[in-house]
């Protein structure tokens, strides 16, 4: 019995074509908390599947559906999770390990996660401690950043206005969520803010151990030289990469064959992305060429390997037979070629890439 409880927290489905899941009640999306539906289900029925939220001539999700089905951050994850053209069977993987394999070390982390909830039992709901350092509230993530004296000396410091709604903005994710999704800020000033509250989190511990309490301009300067350290060093790794690209030169194909070039790229702010596909021959003149943008957010790895089989389907229609795939992500290289397990997020693509590859004359895959 216990074998079977743990089992049973430990395995998720992962999406083929969604003909054996249920939208509510079953584990499917890539979230750790739950897996499952937090959506109300309004108008349709308990059973129904998750094949109905894909369409299945183009091998994508409903995008309009999703949209009017749940909630904005659920119907996100949901377009994040890549449908293979394929559209194979969906399959029960571990969901505690990135590439969706059992181990014994995340099955031990899962017993002993359920050991500690029967150990605990039911408890009475407990307020926190009154923060000590203006001793007015409790001592909530809340408080903590935004309404503590403290923590409104410091955003005066830092001279930002930080807009938050009592009404709707909780945490430090609903911040976050409401400047990047709902109000379009920029970038680095969610980066400031994030930064800011890892200094004030990070000196409030200090504090619980012993250390000194910082005043505001002391955590604003900490922060402000972290970031200036870190944008130093991410501009010379980034002049580090362009140097070796430079240095490099494109290899033509052997005679008879094309080699095909594919990248991607990811719009956040218009919650999008952009995948390009070049096609040359041996000599390297441009025998085709096409790009599309796709408004869906993915993550970096879930862009890449669209790109892949965005290419693989584009040769495959125009008739190319013997072919190199070359791209820059080497997860996605190493698991096309058997090289290494792909995660789990993209491994029912990679497997119909692979199955499609059985198509053509030659495939070869190349990593640049």
Not at 237 to 264: R, V
Not at 332 to 359: F, L, N, W, Y
Request: contains cysteine.
């Amino acid at each position: 019995m216990a074998a079977q409880n743990l089992v049973r927290e430990g395995v998720r489905w992962r999406v083929g074509n969604g003909s054996n899941i249920h939208i509510w009640g079953d584990k499917w999306l890539p979230t750790s908390s739950t897996y499952k539906i937090a959506s109300p289900r309004q108008f349709l029925h308990q059973d129904t599947r998750v094949s109905e939220l894909i369409d299945q001539d183009s091998a994508r999700w409903k995008v309009n559906v999703l949209d009017a089905l749940f909630f904005p951050y659920e119907a996100d994850v949901i377009k994040g999770i890549p449908i293979s053209s394929s559209l194979p069977p969906d399959k029960m993987i571990w969901a505690a390990t990135p590439n969706g394999k059992f181990s014994v070390k995340s099955a031990y982390s899962i017993a002993m996660r359920q050991a500690n909830r029967v150990d605990q039992g039911p408890q009475m709901y407990q307020a926190a401690p009154v923060c000590e350092g203006c001793g007015l509230e409790a001592e909530t993530t809340g408080h903590l950043f935004w309404t503590c004296p403290r923590a409104r000396e410091v955003w005066t410091c830092l001279k930002l206005v930080v807009p938050v709604d009592n009404d709707r903005i909780f945490s430090l994710l609903d911040l976050l969520w409401s400047m990047l999704v709902e109000e379009s800020q920029n970038v680095e000033i969610v980066a400031k803010v994030v930064c800011i509250a890892w200094a004030m989190w990070r000196n409030q511990n200090e504090v619980q151990h012993g250390g000194q309490r910082r005043n505001g301009k002391d955590k604003v300067r900490w922060a402000s030289q972290y970031m200036e350290e870190y944008k130093a060093a991410t501009e010379r790794l980034s002049c580090n990469e362009e140097a070796d690209e430079a240095g490099g030169t494109w290899s033509p194909p052997p005679a008879c064959s094309f080699k095909i070039n594919g990248d991607s790229a990811i719009f956040a702010n218009q919650k999008a992305v952009g995948v390009g596909v070049i096609v040359r021959d041996d000599i390297g003149r441009i025998e085709a060429a096409m790009s599309k943008k796709i408004p869906i957010l993915l993550g970096a790895v879930e862009v890449e390997v669209m790109a892949y089989e965005i290419g693989l389907l584009f040769v495959k229609d125009i008739g190319i037979h013997d072919l190199i795939m070359e791209g820059d992500s080497l997860i996605i290289h190493r698991a096309m070629c058997d090289m290494s397990t792909p995660p789990s997020s993209v491994a029912v693509v990679i497997q119909g890439m692979q199955d499609m590859c059985k198509e053509f004359r030659r495939v070869m895959f190349s990593h640049v």
